[in-house]
């Protein structure tokens, strides 16, 4: 497996992936590189001996490095014009730009070697992400398990069919701001009867942890829990009831649904 991690842009992505990096027991023994192929300052993260900036893009072309790719999909070309095509053969690029395929990275970077897509979420930024990876044919089980771990190091990781990210995406990338406007309703639903809206924030922000926590740790069915919590003639079956006549559950699968149709749209217009 390559020994050398390039991260390319230092966007919220980029500076994720560099803190799990500095965190992981797997990668302690590797060399990180920053590049940025608009002249961006980078010497604030330059925070141990083995980060450094690489600033000659034939160095691209010395020996294989894993490049993780964490600009936007509109800079690919100009990141592709920076290194003159001159990635090491046996170089990984992994790529985190939505909407961009195996196939068009490949053709922009003229990149014959190994290619990972990730599809991340903002949860990277605290270490909780949800990422799902997929990998080109020619990508050995080392890179497929180097890329993996690299993404462990910032939440957890799952392996998928390309053709699978648009949802993918409908679901955990866009998912998060699903959750924030869940956690805003309930803050204006205490607000409404009666609470402070800092206390009120405070219990809706911690209710979703604990459920989502509870969920991750028993792996029980959520339906399973939503009836632990259930008694008969009580408040929650009242309140489900309601959530169930005002169609909380239709709005969550077609909001998956219309962000996965969109996701195919931008990244038809890409290709």
């Not at 922009?108 to 990972?116: F, N, S």
């Not at 803050?187 to 800092?198: E, N, Q, Y």
């Amino acid at each position: 497996m390559n020994q050398v991690v390039v991260i390319v842009g230092m966007g919220n992505m980029g500076r994720a992936m560099l803190k799990g990096l500095n965190s992981s027991e797997d990668f302690k023994g590797y060399n990180i590189f920053l590049y940025e192929a608009r002249n961006h300052s980078l010497e604030d993260y330059l925070t141990e001996s083995r980060i450094s900036i690489l600033k000659d893009p034939d160095d691209f072309s010395s020996k294989p490095f894993t490049i993780v790719l964490c600009i936007k999909p509109h800079d690919l070309i100009a990141f592709a014009n920076s290194i003159n095509s001159l990635i090491h053969k046996d170089s990984l690029i992994i790529s985190i730009l939505a909407g961009t395929s195996l196939a068009t990275i490949a053709e922009q970077t003229k990149h014959k070697g190994a290619i990972v897509r990730a599809m991340p979420n903002i949860g990277a930024t605290i270490g909780q992400a949800a990422t799902v990876l997929c990998a080109n044919k020619v990508c050995s089980a080392g890179l497929k398990d180097q890329a993996f771990n690299l993404f462990e190091s910032v939440g957890d990781a799952f392996w998928a069919k390309e053709e699978q990210l648009d949802t993918v995406t409908g679901l955990s990338g866009s998912g998060p701001a699903y959750i924030y406007m869940v956690i805003e309703a309930l803050t204006d639903g205490g607000v409404k009867m009666g609470l402070a809206r800092d206390l009120a924030r405070a219990l809706a922000t911690q209710t979703v942890l604990g459920a989502a926590s509870l969920v991750k740790s028993t792996g029980l069915h959520p339906a399973i829990l939503k009836d632990q919590v259930t008694t008969p003639a009580g408040t929650t079956i009242s309140a489900l009831h309601e959530l169930e006549e005002r169609g909380l559950r239709s709005m969550f699968v077609s909001a998956v649904e219309i962000a996965t149709e969109r996701s195919k749209i931008l990244g038809s217009t890409k290709s």
